[in-house]
Nanobody, 122 residues
């Protein structure tokens, strides 16, 4: 399974961006998909996950109410709509896929994208 992210860029605080992650296949190997992020000097952390089998979604407390994860199975694509962006959202965002149920542990995810930079400025 290959994952290709797009949609990163620079935006002012309070603005919006939508990230896309297109998988080469959609199926059992991508039952669980997620967005993680890693800020400079920090550990990679889960931002949002979706269990595609049940369409259940989960969010980190820091992004609840501002970010929305969704999927379009016809396009093999998962999106991360990011609104009301804050300076602390600046990071490299990674798409991940695996056979789990939408958990926040990195070990649950087998496939990873290359990452896309999101920079939020004041």
């Amino acid at each position: 399974v290959q994952l290709v992210e797009s949609g990163g860029g620079s935006v002012q605080a309070g603005g919006s961006l939508r990230l896309s992650c297109t998988a080469s296949v959609f199926g059992y190997s991508t039952n669980s998909m997620a967005w993680f992020r890693q800020a400079s000097g920090k550990e990679r952390e889960a931002v949002a996950t979706i269990f595609t089998g049940g369409h259940n979604t989960y969010y980190a407390d820091s992004v609840k109410g501002r970010f929305t994860i969704s999927e379009d199975s016809a396009k093999n694509t998962v999106y991360l709509q990011m609104n009301a962006l804050k300076l602390e959202d600046t990071a490299v965002y990674y798409c991940a896929a695996g056979r789990g149920i939408g958990g926040f542990e990195q070990d649950e995810y087998t496939y990873w994208g290359q990452g896309t930079q999101v920079t939020v400025s004041s």
